[in-house]
């Protein structure tokens, strides 16, 4: 197996006595999308900046091409950042914005102007080479800065939140647009977000991190479908959880004591194990829909629609702190005060250690 383009040993770091990194270790192969994502304040961005060299780590390493670049300054290591504000100096043009970093590495003009233009093309922006920054649109001056940064052929491109500040249809329409430019021009992008909808979009490996730390990394897919902490169900979309308590556990399967009564599911756990039992809206069958675990009755409190189906909020009506968040079909006629019956099917209801 090829050593990781970026490697991440042991990084902690410390503002004063506020720790925001703890123990940190990740690894990031060549030509991949990595989506940072977590809340604010759970140390993205501070990992973001060790990577680009903004910031020296308290403790640890960074490798980047098996080169120890920790304590490497950020125009002598192999990144570049595009940052949420885009950066961009009013008073240049296009074209002499994206071929900034060529000049600073004391590249002519000819071959300067070169780059820029096929960068912009790159990036669908060849006829803005001669306007300033003023006269395009956020999303347009969003694309200057990827073609700055990648202009200089960086081995990772770092993106601190850089479609934050678009509305929510450029958002997506930059969302496709970065997935296509990355497989382009097969560029390691590691980007911090806190939004899951953007992480699922783009991302080959989502790391999600909390307080300092890492919860879960993987696939997309495998982070939504079975997350490994309680923290990572809740925030990679949503999930309703019960609380429980193992009474049995043999043959791989599980059986715990909830306030909706015993739930049997596969898994293992010992018996007298604390544990959450998490359930994705669209597993939630209401009603007439019936799953294999019955989970009993709910008081509907909010019906949200959503265009392709609805999200459905409704309060267990056997204890009262649980509430189940379910997607039901859009044509569903589900109303606020209805009482219906909730169930489930065993093989998607996640097991995870409370």
Do not use: W
Request: a neutral charge.
């Amino acid at each position: 197996m090829s050593a990781p383009l970026v490697d991440i040993r042991n990084v902690s770091h410390r503002f004063g006595q506020l720790s925001v990194l703890k123990n940190v270790s990740l690894a990031i192969e060549p030509g991949s999308y990595t989506i940072l994502l977590g809340p604010s304040g759970s140390g993205k961005t501070t990992l973001l900046s060790i990577l680009g060299g903004f910031v020296t780590p308290s403790e640890g390493k960074v490798f980047i091409r098996g080169a120890d670049c920790t304590a490497v300054p950020p125009a002598k290591r192999p990144t570049t950042t595009v940052f949420q504000d885009y950066a961009l100096f009013p008073h240049m043009s296009v074209g002499g914005n994206v071929g900034f970093g060529l000049r600073m590495q004391g590249v002519d003009g000819a071959a300067r102007a070169a780059k820029a233009r096929d960068a912009l093309t790159l990036v669908g922006l060849a006829a803005a080479f001669d306007k300033k920054p003023h006269q395009l649109s956020g999303g347009q001056r969003q694309r200057v800065a990827l073609a700055r940064a990648l202009v200089i052929e960086p081995a990772v491109l770092l993106l601190d939140e850089p479609l934050g500040a678009l509305d929510l249809k450029l958002r997506r329409q930059m969302q496709d647009e970065l997935k296509a430019i990355q497989k382009r021009v097969g560029t390691a992008f590691i980007h911090v977000t806190h939004d899951q909808e953007e992480a699922m979009a783009l991302a080959d490996l989502c790391v999600v991190m909390n307080d300092g730390r890492i919860e879960d990394e993987g696939s997309p897919e495998r982070v939504y479908a079975r997350p490994a902490t309680r923290f990572s169900a809740t925030f990679m979309g949503e999930s309703t959880i019960l609380a429980g308590t193992v009474t049995e556990a043999r043959n791989g399967t599980v059986t715990a004591m909830t306030a909706v009564g015993p739930i049997s599911l596969p898994g293992a756990s010992p018996a007298g194990a604390k544990v959450a039992l998490a359930i994705r809206p669209e597993h939630i069958a209401l009603g007439e829909a019936k799953g294999d675990i019955a989970l009993g009755t709910a008081k509907v409190g909010d019906v949200v629609f959503q265009g392709s189906f609805k999200r459905v909020l409704a309060t267990s009506t056997q204890d009262t702190a649980l509430q189940f968040i379910a997607k039901a079909p859009a044509s569903a006629t589900i109303q606020a005060g209805d009482t219906i019956s909730v169930s489930c099917n065993a093989q998607d209801i996640i097991l995870l250690a409370d």
